[in-house]
């Protein structure tokens, strides 16, 4: 049994990486847990170094990455130079403010002396997706490291590489042994770690689905688990918007990484009074882009990462026109060898279809006409899902009066959503619980420990 790199454009198998057998993997593990304590005796600051040096091979080999990652799961060559740096800054961010976030707390008591020392909490098992290979490990390894835990990666089993050269790099910053382990396993395994004693905490990126399965595992060995799952982002168009603004938002947050994003907008959400004009431009917009190979540094709509996601995703397009939704531009699979599909644009979704009730995660944008802000609202919270959102209006007061009120985990007024370090980032309802980044992403990985001294 291997886990196999396939390249989304020529569908050819790369390389194949021997799956562990339990002998190996409970070795690994009884290694990590010998090695984690020390790691958690040392300070912060000298925590702090080891990550500061981790950025610096990231930009040193940021090429290289960048070009394991186009070809293992078709991102665009600057998309994905673009994540390694984004890595980067996130080592460098909480190798600056970990100290700041973790210092204890003195508490006002009626006697005595009290705090709050904030300590790590053993192992944490990272489950991890394809689509940001680097970026969504690293914005979880990273607080769960500095803040005194050791890491196993369990990535995605379509990008093995990639998960091979993050272990790589932590190795390469004198990361010490055992500290930050890659895991070849099966899905199928991963509530033998889960169980294992040294794993106390496990953190999960993926679906829905994922999500459930992993928490129930969890549940059952009383470990504490963060998920950040899948979305269905609302991009709210009011009359009063900025309409080319929004429309050239649209088009980054819709397709980005071939619209492989939890947090791209996928339900377009606008009032009558502006939805042709909208749907117009946005259709316009959409032509320009230029589907190939994600090596070629003119191409701006990369490949889908598999065949069979790219097949699903085409299914619920024709699921979703079979019940009246309107083709405006795309939709077709094209005649060429890879997981390509087109950008596409459907008009006039409504409740029941595919296009308005699931995720459709890849280059599909669907625009659901509503009366007016009232409305607006009522079909952004009708989704089980709440990550991300945004909306578009010239009135920035009446723009923050409705973010408030959109049942999500962020909402943007008149910008693009996305995951920041300084910025608390995680979802609600279906999308999973806890948070990652700044402050509260960092104190998800430790122990709110009271002391209290006469």
Partial sequence: MSLVSVNPVTSQVVKKFKVWQQAQLKSVLDEVAIAAPHWAARSIDERARYLTNVAVKLREQQETLAQIASLEMGKLIAESRAEVEKCARVCEYYAEYSSQFLQPEVIDSDAGKSYVAYQPLGTVLAVMPWNFPFWQLFRCAVPALISGNAVLLKHASNVPQCAHAIEKIFKAADLPKNIFRTLDIKAKQVA?????????????????????????????????TVLELGGADAFIVLEDAEIDLAVETALVSRFLNAGQSCIAAKRFIIVDAVADLFVNRLKHAIETLK???????????????????????????VDSVSQGAIIVTGCVVPELEGAFYPASLLDFVRPGMPAYEEELFGPVAAVIRVADEGEALAVANSSRYGLGGSIWTSDQKRGETLALQVQSGACFVNGLVKSDPRLPFGGIKASGYGRELFRHGIREFVSAKTIWLR
């Fill in 192 to 224: 033998d770690v889960i169980s294992h004693d040294c794993v106390q905490m496990v953190a999960l990126t993926g679906s829905e689905n994922a999500g459930r399965k992993v928490a129930a595992m969890a549940g059952s060995n009383l470990k504490k």
């Fill in 291 to 317: 589907m190939g190979p994600p090596l070629d540094e003119s191409v701006t709509l990369a490949p889908m990462a598999r065949l069979d996601l790219r097949d699903e995703l085409h299914q619920q397009v």
